[in-house]
């Protein structure tokens, strides 16, 4: 059974139908065409319903779900019924061959297009050119044959018009190598007339519409169908095909299939040569045939690469041998008409099986030698007509339903024997099956002296005017009594039947009335000789080879050539040989309804397709006896979590005695029998059951595989991590290793070094020590500096000192520090070496008096005095006083400020001298350092540094500011230094402003 379906969707296959009945058989067709499921089993059968709407269920992710899958594990598809034929011909080197019917419109052309596409997509993996280019034609094919045999009728769009049968030849690894194809019955009664509603063959519309202009001027023709008689009626139906761009598939499907370019234009020629042919009309004069319109004799003439007069003659006289005489008959008006429409039918039947030929000819399988290259394998598709039942029923009708006769009886007789085969092999008792039987009716057609056929021929071979009524009386006189025949002379009472007209068969699929109106002239198929020698004698070699039989003169006696009925009879008998040899694999197309609608599902349309394909009938075959079957291991594959004893594996001695443990457990062995490879079960119902149990113990088994499985990821991933994290520490710790190890190696020498490793790079760490790299840089200058420093004499310590605290308050605020240079701190004696004598008498008398021990700095100073007004002076700072002194009286101390009296310094960020001492009692000194040697030199963070070295070393905090303008206090009055340049200013000097004071300094 199909897996994956619920019962949603109703039973996908028949057989498991609770009653077999054609009530329960529409109901759940209804329904699963209702739910989008349009494919449906009876066992190994496929049942397809057009859906008339595109669906997706064709793509690559479709083929790969399908291939090498067994037919029960996935849904119904047409991709199974093709797959099992493959796999078939594949592993056990059996040619195969899958039957497509169904009436037209049932979708039998598209699912043939389905399986190719199939084919072609599971076939050549290694992409082998020669096979892809097989492949291609096979499916291109496709393209040119449905534009020649395939019309738009009122049932279908796309109906093809013929039967076809295509074998695919496969080499020992299963591609594609060649093919061969067979065609049956071309309906060319088409080419010169359709009924209302319907077109004629689609490759007319094609041309008309598609051709570029260049093409039709030099063909004659027009792009208005409805100017031709033969296709008149279908040049005004509006449809959904779309004409112009099948022209150029087609066109281009020929090229690639092989078709020259000769052998394409001889295609145009003759289809327009057809639709010139029925614009063609006679008239009398008196006792003698004319064409009234001549002038299309020369067109003719000229597409058929022939004489003007040769066309003239064979259109109106008929050459007839009387022993050695020849004397040429002329036809009457009627008989003219006749022939020249037997002409058109006869050139376009003689096109489509020469497109067959041709296709042939180069997809054959060529040089292929089965001792080199291992057995030649076929799958055959056979796309053919359907039951016919119209409400005029003629000779083509009459052969269609023939034909299907024959497959309903091969149909049968395979199933049945593949039951029987089947039952015998596993060695379980076989039960007749009673069915109908339709010999009766293939042998009421077929049969030699009596059948209809041979009634047909008989009349076709007598000699005199032969009418369709005297053929009515010849099968009246023969098949009397036969139990599926009757005409209104054998049941005068039944007036559905005409006298002299009709006759009814009772078919398998229903009883179908027939016309015999029209019976000889198709079964003669007459075309005088006259026609076959002017197309042969054609100088366009292509048309000639169309016409073999044209060789012949006419004093040459032949043959009766065969008529149509033995012709296609031979063919039936010929293809139903062919598919009995094969595997065969059905697929059995349905049409919900006639106005194709993907909505409308009629029943009773249905009901009568289901009982003419017998599928009911084909249910109760496989239904006889046991409806499922299944070998043991896949039985238990699937059913083996219903019994403790079986799952999760059993330790029986067999799957057999596993199986039937499994079933004694849930009460059905009374309901299967066991065959030496299979289980057999009878009821659908214990299937149900079992698959019930199933879906309830999946459930469990589901949840405990999801919790084991969870479990498992888990226990992965914890795993993952933990070895994850045991390489991570690994790996860091080989990084910080070669990290130290490399920091160790570049500064192994520093001591030895001259700038003790200020040179060395330092290697790039790895992320988790980027801080520690700080740290250890920090350590590293540390140590480098503690190198310099201990080097060092006390006083150049004391300067080292003040130049890291100068640095640290100025540091980005300041634009010269002069820290370049060594800071001297008492300057006066450099800058003033005349009067340093004097100096240095007051300082030491000053260090006398207040106990100071070092000076920390000494230079001239321009200050503002308390009268705001600047003079020169000279500064002294000490360890404990700021001294002001006055230059010019011997350096006379003129005011003292204590140190701990000043709690601030502030100074402003250009190159400027200025510096404001704050004090505790808001008596600021101003003052801008000035007669530098050499002149312009920065001393402003030497003062700022040697002041806060000292109040460090006393442990006392010194705010410095570096500001611009900068806010002091004179005598408790709050004021501003601004800091301004002028042009010719020579030296630095202060100015009463309003807010304060201003510092000039040059500005040059």
Known sequence: MAEHESLEFGKADFVLLDQVSIEEFMSNLKLRFEKGRIYTYIGEVVVSVNPYRPMNIYGR??????????????????????????????????????????????????????????????????????????????????????????????RNDNSSRFGKYMDINFDFKGDPIGGHISNYLLEKSRVIFQQEGERSFHSFYQLLKGAPDSLLRSLHVHKDPSTYSYIRVGGVIKSSINDSADFKAVADAMKVIGFTADEIQTTYKIIATILHLGNLTFGVDGDVTLIENTKLTSVIAELLSTKDESVEKALLYRTVATGRDVIEKQHTEQEASYGRDALAKAMYEHLFCWIVARINDIIEVKNYDARVHGKNTVIGVLDIYGFEIFQNNSFEQFCINYCNEKLQQLFIQLVLKQEQEEYQRE?????????????????????????????????????????????????????????????????????????????????????????????????????????????????????????????????????????????????????????????????????????????????????????????????????????????????????????????????????????????????????????????????????????????????????????????????MRYRRMRAALVILRAYRRYKVKSYIREVNRRFKSVRSMKDLGRHVKWPTPPKVLRRFEDHLKSIYNRWWAWSLIKALTPEETLQVRAKVCGLEALKGLRVDMGLHRPWVGNYLKRDSPDSASSFTLVSSELQRKDKFMRVLFSCNVRKINHFHKAENRTLLITDRHLYKMDPLKQFKPMKSIPLYNVNGVSVSPGKDQLVVFHTKDCRDLVVCLQGMVPPNESRVGELVGSLLSHFKSENRKLVVNVVSPIQCSMNGRKCTVIVEAKINQPQPDFTRSRSGYVLAVPGN
């Not at 020669?130 to 009728?153: D, H, Y």
């Not at 053929?471 to 139990?483: C, R, V």
Request: charged fraction near 25%; charge should be positive.
């Open 427 to 715: 060695g379980i008792p076989w039960k007749h099956i009673d069915y109908f039987n339709n010999q009766i009716i293939v042998d009421l057609v077929e049969q030699q002296h009596k059948g209809i056929f041979s009634v047909l021929d008989e009349a076709c071979m007598n000699v005199g005017k032969v009418t369709d009524e005297l053929f009515l009386q010849g099968l009246n006189g023969k098949l009397s009594k036969h139990a599926h025949y009757t005409s209104r002379k054998l049941s005068p009472t039944d007036k559905s039947l005409e006298f002299d007209r009709d006759f009814r068969i009772r078919h398998y699929a229903g009883d179908v009335v027939y016309s015999v109106l029209g019976f000889i002239d198709k079964n003669k198929d007459t075309l005088f000789q006259d026609f076959k020698r002017l197309l042969y004698n054609s100088s366009n070699p292509v048309l000639k080879g169309m016409w073999p039989e044209g060789k012949l003169r006419i004093t040459e006696v032949t043959k009766r050539p065969l008529t149509a009925a033995t012709l296609f009879k031979n063919s039936m008998i010929s293809l139903v040989e062919n598919l009995a040899s094969k595997e065969p694999y059905y697929v059995r197309c349905v049409k919900p309804n006639d106005v194709k609608s993907p909505l409308l599902f009629e029943n009773e349309r249905c009901r009568h397709q289901v009982e003419y394909l017998g599928l009911l009938e084909n249910v109760r075959v496989r239904r006889a006896g046991f409806a499922y079957r299944q070998t043991y291991q896949r039985f238990l594959q699937r059913y083996k979590m219903i019994s403790e004893f079986t799952w999760p594996n059993h330790d029986l001695s067999s799957d057999k005695e596993a199986v039937k443990r499994l079933l004694q457990g849930c009460g059905f062995h009374n309901d299967v029998a066991y065959g030496k490879t299979k289980i057999f079960i009878r009821t659908p119902r214990t299937l149900f059951s079992l698959e019930e149990e199933r879906a309830q113990m999946v459930n469990r088994i589901v949840l405990f595989l999801q919790k084991v499985w969870r479990g498992t990821i888990a226990r």
């Open 61 to 154: 992710d479709s083929v790969e779900q399908y291939r090498g899958r067994e037919l029960y594990e996935r849904p119904p598809h047409l991709f199974a019924i093709a797959d099992s034929a493959y796999k078939a011909m594949k592993r056990r080197n059996k040619d195969t061959c899958i039957v497509i019917s169904g009436e037209s419109g049932a979708g039998k052309t598209e699912a043939s297009k389905y399986i190719m596409q199939y084919i072609a997509a599971i076939t050549n993996p290694n992409q082998r050119a020669e096979v892809e280019r097989v492949k291609n034609m096979l499916l291109k094919s496709n393209c040119v044959l449905e534009a020649f045999g395939n019309a738009k009728t009122n």
